[in-house]
């Protein structure tokens, strides 16, 4: 059969027809790729492969045109097949290595095709026990050394998603899976062991790859590097990483290999997640970052679609005369845009989408050259790496574990941070900080439920200090309140009775004791929140139809504050509005005691802190915007955030009748052990000021409340 003519358009704008291919593919060495075709190393049709004539250097082209694989210069010169299949339509994610010297692609998502520009074939198969789950293979992206390729698999039917890589250099290449976090997509290569990397629930991650892969599981360290919730990160040509930074959906299509955030920004970190900049001060919705462009702007896509777009003072679609424009190569003057429909390739001027010259007709592609499948083009290309190089903080020295994205982490001495648990779920919900044991032995911390419960269905999961993790399943259906005994050996979690749902409505509640193997310690009694100090359990919940704060102690349980008392005090404007109280808390030596009062229209609050024998000592009006409060340590001063999530988002340090003491920008993020430092969260990273006065110092990249507690 005759294959159609190759019609490129020269770069100097003549057009160059080449003759029938028929005899040079006959002459090559690449064979038919059918459905089952076994990985090897020497060429499909047997044999050597012939010596060929190297392609230009400057620029390569890879294209399927009538189920035949092709490779040329961009100019069309020494074009030759490598390969063919027998359905085109099964060829996706087709990608050039960065060599120059091999053409990677997808077949039907289950197996990966490696193709030489000289005809050899490797292939690496999707694993026969994944096959039979239904994951397949949804992206992938070349190592920098052009040795290993990392791709997601994806199982469409949950969203499952995680992280696979395949080294190219073993005669037997398989896949080994590196991540288990079930919501993890891949990206960009920093270098042949660092891998970017986001998940569903938006953290932003470096994966750091073995340099030796087992066969099946290989677990690699997932280095957050920033505490803001975002997605698609992106190495661009100044070594920096880009990502945009927002509001993450709390659910997502399982079927695609991403999520798009809204009201977001973009912004820039070095590798080790310092010089955190704002590039993009518009703000963006629904969008996924591709690329930086030369002029600053970006390559996104909107929503789900394949439409290709730019960012310019809207998000703009690519011109579509040519066809729908799904993925862009950018030439190496950082103009020219080689554009990849369905059908065709097509040309433009990238610069001029978005910015149309007033005097000159609007931006528009012209057709490079018909294919009829996936294609791609190669400019060389070096990768370099903004490093950072911002030294650990000195003090105060702490040890830190935060939940970011539904997974639980902790920060190292050197800020950076480590998973110490993948979430069980994937819809995320609110979860609170987990909490550290007043001896710092043991951590614990709530998750959603997992699979078959609820979304917002909670459990209690305990880990020791080498790592050991025990889940407590007397707490299933836990609402957020949990305490820990003043000795560590015990834990209080409130917890539906009926087993169902602990943050529903209905549910009902009650506070449940235990050791931290999970054994019963003591009868459950009724309650709704729970705190633990020095004189016993605090307990918010009713007695006989009246709402009160029980304290439960060595010689029996006691009336420790009535609702009534609180919001009948003359201080409570208009007590009427007001119809429930919640957030109870406490310091650890039941010196003093917090609560809020609700109005029934959840529009306004009052923030109650109390002394030791439950008297109010301080009412203010905390609004609904008064969050994440937390109690000092050592003393009697209280941290809370005001504005959470605004532009006017502030830290507040108050000393209970006396007010505010230090107000800083940003989160209140808690305390350090010896209650001498407040931290306060930004997208910048997370800060340490001393209470005294003084600078603050940047502890780490990850900018979100923690729980804190001596180093060992």
Do not use: C
Not at 341 to 349: K, W
Request: net charge neutral; charged share 20%.
């Amino acid at each position: 059969m005759r294959l159609a003519a190759l019609l490129p358009y020269a770069a100097v704008g003549a057009l160059i027809v080449l003759a029938s291919s028929v005899a040079l593919f006959s002459a090559a060495p690449g064979g038919s790729i059918g459905p089952g075709s076994a990985p090897t190393l020497a060429p499909a049709a047997g044999g050597t492969p012939r010596a060929v004539p190297e392609l230009s250097k400057e620029a390569r082209l890879a294209y399927w045109r009538e189920g035949r694989l092709w490779v040329s210069g961009l100019d069309g010169s020494l074009r030759r097949g490598v390969a063919q299949i027998d359905d085109p339509d099964r060829v996706s994610q087709m990608r050039w290595s960065p060599d120059g010297e091999w053409i990677a692609f997808v077949d039907g998502g289950f197996a990966l095709r490696v193709v030489r520009t000289d005809g050899t074939r490797r292939d690496v198969e999707l694993p026969v026990t994944l096959q039979g789950q239904a994951w397949r293979i949804a992206d992938i992206h070349w190592s920098t050394g052009s040795t290993r390729i990392a791709a997601t698999f994806l199982r469409s039917a949950d969203g499952r998603s995680d992280a696979f890589v395949t080294d190219l250099r073993p005669s037997l290449r398989t896949w080994t899976r590196v991540t288990q976090m079930n919501d993890l997509f891949v990206g960009d290569w920093l270098s042949e062991r660092e891998l970017l990397a986001s998940t569903a629930g938006g953290v932003v991650a470096i994966v750091e790859v073995p340099d030796e892969l087992a066969t099946g599981l290989e677990p690699a360290s997932v280095r957050p590097i920033s505490g803001a919730l975002g997605t698609s990160p992106i190495l661009a040509s100044d070594g920096r990483i880009h990502f945009l930074a927002g509001r993450v959906p709390t659910s997502r299509d399982p079927a695609l290999p991403f999520i798009t955030v809204s009201r977001a920004g973009i912004w820039s970190v070095a590798a080790d997640g310092s010089d955190v900049r704002r590039e993009w001060l518009g703000e963006l919705n629904d969008v996924r970052l591709d690329a930086r462009l030369p002029d600053g702007r970006y390559l996104v896509h909107r929503g789900f679609t394949s439409a290709q777009s730019v960012t310019a003072s809207d998000v703009v679609a690519l011109p579509a005369n040519g066809g729908l424009v799904e993925r862009v190569r950018l030439g190496p003057d950082g103009k020219t845009a080689y554009g990849f429909t369905r059908e065709r390739i097509v040309r433009l001027d990238i610069t001029r989408v978005g910015h149309p010259d007033p005097a000159r007709p609007e931006a528009s592609v012209t057709v490079f050259l018909d294919t009829s499948g996936e294609a791609d083009v190669w400019f060389p290309q070096r990768t370099t790496v903004a490093r950072g190089s911002e030294p650990p903080a000195a003090e105060p020295v702490a040890r830190y574990a935060f939940s970011l994205g539904t997974h639980v982490w902790e920060m190292r001495p050197d800020g950076s941070a480590a998973l110490i648990r993948a979430g069980q779920a994937l819809r995320r919900t609110f979860l609170p900080v987990p909490k550290w044991s007043p001896t710092g032995d043991h951590l614990l911390l709530l998750e959603q439920a997992g699979l078959g419960a609820p979304t917002t269905a909670l459990v209690a999961v305990v880990i020791d200090r080498d790592g050991e993790q025990t889940r407590l399943a007397d707490t299933y259906a836990a609402a957020r309140s949990f305490a820990w005994a003043p000795r560590g050996d015990e834990v209080a979690v409130v917890v539906d009775k009926r087993g169902i749902n602990g943050t529903a409505s209905d549910a009902q509640l009650e506070v449940r004791f235990m050791d931290t193997a999970g054994k019963a310690t003591r009868p459950p009694v009724p309650g709704r929140e729970v705190a633990w100090t020095a004189d016993g359990v605090l307990v918010l919940g009713e007695v006989e139809g009246t709402p009160v704060v029980q304290l439960l102690g060595d010689t029996g349980a006691r009336t420790f504050v009535r609702y009534g008392t609180l919001v009948g005090d003359p201080r409570v404007m208009d007590p009427g509005r007001f119809s429930s109280w919640s957030g109870l808390d406490a310091r650890p030596d039941g010196s003093a005691v917090s609560v809020r009062l609700n109005s029934s229209d959840g529009t306004v609050g009052y923030f109650v802190l109390l002394d030791q024998a439950g008297r109010p000592i301080e009412y203010f009006r905390g609004d609904p915007d008064v969050s994440e409060p937390a109690w000092s340590p050592a003393r009697t001063l209280i941290g809370y955030t005001l504005g959470l999530r605004t532009a006017n988002e502030r830290a507040v340090v108050h000393e209970p009748g006396a007010g505010p003491l230090m107000v800083e920008s940003g989160r209140f993020a808690g305390w350090s052990p010896d209650g001498e430092w407040f931290y306060v969260g930004r997208t910048t990273g997370l800060y340490a000021y001393p209470l005294a006065g003084g600078a603050a110092v940047r502890v780490g990249p990850i900018g979100v409340p923690a729980g804190i507690t001596a180093a060992p």
